[in-house]
């Protein structure tokens, strides 16, 4: 069974920084291992819908990020340690949201939440 696991989340003022992991584990990402499946991060804030914020190929290679986080937040990942990383900066306080892993057969599936697996989110909370 796999199980994405994100931690890092908080609290933090604008302009701010946050680093999100998403720990994954399981044998199979339908019938893929960690390292050949795309991953990916997404948001939602209270009284929005889920909305994409960044993914990755599974080697790395390829990346992508909604238009509201671009040069602010950084998207990486350690397939030896099965683990995907989202690097936050100059946070806004329009950042707030609970923030979700996902994996997905590729990384441009991502961007159309066509995603095989959920994590159960971590808080960021940014204050003016």
């Known amino acids: 069974q796999v199980q994405l696991v994100e931690s890092g989340g908080g609290l933090v003022q604008a302009g701010g920084s946050l680093r999100l992991s998403c720990a994954a584990s399981g044998r199979s990402f339908s019938g893929r291992t960690f390292s050949r499946s795309a991953m990916g991060w997404f948001r939602q804030a209270p009284g929005k819908g889920r909305e994409f914020v960044a993914s990755?190929?599974?080697?790395?290679?390829?990346?992508d990020a909604a238009d509201s986080v671009k040069g602010r937040f950084t998207i990486s990942r350690d397939n030896t340690k099965s683990t995907v990383y989202l690097q936050m900066n100059s946070l806004k306080p329009e950042d707030t949201a609970v923030y979700y892993c996902?994996?997905?057969?590729?990384?441009?599936?991502?961007?159309?939440?066509?995603?095989?697996?959920w994590g159960q989110g971590t808080q960021v909370t940014v204050s003016s």
């Open positions: 990755i190929s599974w080697s790395g290679g390829s990346t």
């Open positions: 996902a994996a997905a057969g590729d990384y441009s599936l991502l961007r159309s939440r066509i995603v095989d697996y």
